[in-house]
């Protein structure tokens, strides 16, 4: 079973807009959160990371929230690009293997 | 510094044949990991290796097999293909296989098609 859920699975944004993206897990074992960008044809890049102990990290425009206790996460996308139309995947992990949510495909119109 | 990279880029294979992929990791990366993914859904762990151990296998049939080599590098094996081995094999590496410094840097893929 899928055991990360993510929505929308697909989202228009506006230039300069905010993108929002939400995951939601259940097996509290996992430990590691991360975010990937993949662009057609590409592997999928690490964008930004979080571990449960916070509940809030940014890296440039970047952010990610997470819920402990509510099992839930999400990524935050500022100021929105073009260049930014990807389809983007969060993945939880237990340790090791990551399990993947089935993409969100962000297109951000000028 | 090199990426993670993965050989061959594409490959067109029929029912029952085999098929190798390949991997290096990352320079200084002790560990890798294989992904299928499916047209339009995320990927699905298959193994990780770590110091030429298996540390960790997903839900594929035993048709899937890897091994690590010495200089950290991996090939990923599959035998007697099915139609629905169809798919983008990713190629993960990190420094370790756990704790804090486990992020995972992904090659650009192998894409199989199986006639």
């Known amino acids: 079973q899928q055991q990360v859920k993510q929505s929308p699975q697909s989202l228009i944004v506006q230039k300069g807009g905010i993108s929002i993206i939400n995951c939601a897990y259940e097996n509290t074992a996992f430990d590691y959160f991360p975010w990937y960008q993949q662009f057609p044809g590409k592997g999928p890049a690490l964008l930004i990371a979080i571990r449960p102990d916070v509940s809030e990290k940014k890296e440039g425009r970047f952010t990610i929230s997470f819920n402990k206790s509510a099992k839930q996460f999400s990524l935050h996308i500022m100021d929105s690009q073009p260049g930014d139309s990807a389809t983007y995947f969060c993945a939880a992990s237990p340790g090791y293997a990551l399990n993947f949510g089935k993409g969100t495909s962000l297109l951000v119109t000028p | 510094d090199a990426g993670v990279t993965q050989s061959p880029t594409h490959l067109i294979k029929t029912r029952g044949q085999q098929v190798t992929l390949r991997c290096s990791p990352i320079?200084?990366?002790?560990?890798v990991s294989w992904y299928q993914q499916v047209l339009g859904q995320g990927p699905q762990f298959i193994f990780q290796?770590?110091?030429?151990?298996?540390?960790g296998r997903g839900n594929f049939p035993d048709r899937f097999s890897a091994r690590q080599f010495p200089n950290y590098s991996s090939e990923l094996n599959v035998n007697a293909l099915l139609l629905g081995d169809s798919a983008l094999y990713l190629c993960?590496?990190?420094?370790?296989?756990?704790?804090?410094?486990?992020?995972?840097?992904f090659g650009p893929g192998t894409r199989l098609l199986v006639l």
């Open positions: 290796y770590y110091e030429k151990e298996e540390r």
């Open positions: 320079s200084g990366h002790k560990s």
């Open positions: 993960a590496s990190s420094l370790d296989s756990n704790g804090g410094r486990w992020s995972q840097y």
